[in-house]
T-cell receptor
Framework: GQNIDQPTEMTATEGAIVQINCTYQ??????LFWYQQHAGEAPTFLSY????GLEEKGRFSSFLSRSKGYSYLLLKELQMKDSASYLC??????????FGTGTRLQVFP | NAGVMQNPRHLVRRRGQEARLRCSPM?????VYWYRQLPEEGLKFMVY????????ESGMPKERFSAEFPKEGPSILRIQQVVRGDSAAYFC??????????????FGPGTRLTVT
């Protein structure tokens, strides 16, 4: 079956670093995506990993280990505007995205 | 360069009516995906289309739901005889046919369907 797990909620302080984990078991793997979704809005693309290792893009980094079925999204220098849901999604062998339920991150001052 | 467009943004229907949701992909994109997001749940894949072709409809309910992406015009997700359980946000995403960003799906703002 298809299964993507990520924590439901996390909290952090402005200026801190937070790591959101995602584990997956899917039929086929053609890449892992992270999206940010503010309440009532569309998901926006953050990162894409298809090979093992770390991809860095400004304050955001994403890591993938295919052998472990594991990824994380790292957010540095947190800002209040980073309060949102973060969605982990795997592209399977038919090109559709399988989403986790999302991690709701609250950043406090 | 306009992004993915969806309309209407909000749609209210009574039980038993039909709902039609429209999606215009980004310019240059020929792949369209529809996803449904129930309150407090993750996005669930429904259907994947290319122009005049349904590629994968494994996430579509067998009854009342249909989708098309004609040669001209937007993609349409049609829900017949809506029920309260159809109330959700419906998101459309598009991706290019080829090129270095072929794997990226860009989402529209969604249509929030409320069935009363």
């Amino acid at each position: 079956g298809q299964n993507i797990d990520q924590p439901t909620e996390m909290t952090a302080t402005e200026g801190a670093i937070v790591q959101i984990n995602c584990t997956y078991q899917t039929s086929g793997f053609n890449g892992l995506f992270w999206y940010q979704q503010h309440a009532g809005e569309a998901p926006t693309f953050l990162s894409y990993n298809v090979l093992d290792g770390l991809e860095e893009k400004g304050r955001f980094s994403s890591f993938l280990s295919r052998s472990k079925g594991y990824s994380y999204l790292l957010l540095k220098e947190l800002q209040m505007k980073d309060s949102a849901s973060y969605l982990c999604a795997v592209r399977d062998n038919t090109d559709k995205l399988i989403f986790g339920t999302g991690t709701r991150l609250q950043v406090f001052p | 360069n306009a992004g993915v467009m969806q309309n209407p943004r909000h749609l209210v229907r009574r039980r038993g009516q039909e709902a039609r949701l429209r999606c215009s992909p980004m310019k240059g994109h020929s792949h369209v995906y529809w996803y449904r997001q129930l309150p407090e749940e993750g996005l669930k894949f429904m259907v994947y289309l290319q122009k005049e072709n349904i590629i994968d409809e494994s996430g579509m309910p067998k009854e009342r739901f249909s989708a098309e992406f004609p040669k001209e015009g937007p993609s349409i997700l049609r829900i017949q005889q809506v029920v309260r359980g159809d109330s959700a946000a419906y998101f459309c995403a598009s991706s290019p046919r080829d090129g270095p960003r072929i794997h990226e799906q860009y989402f529209g703002p969604g249509t929030r369907l409320t069935v009363t």
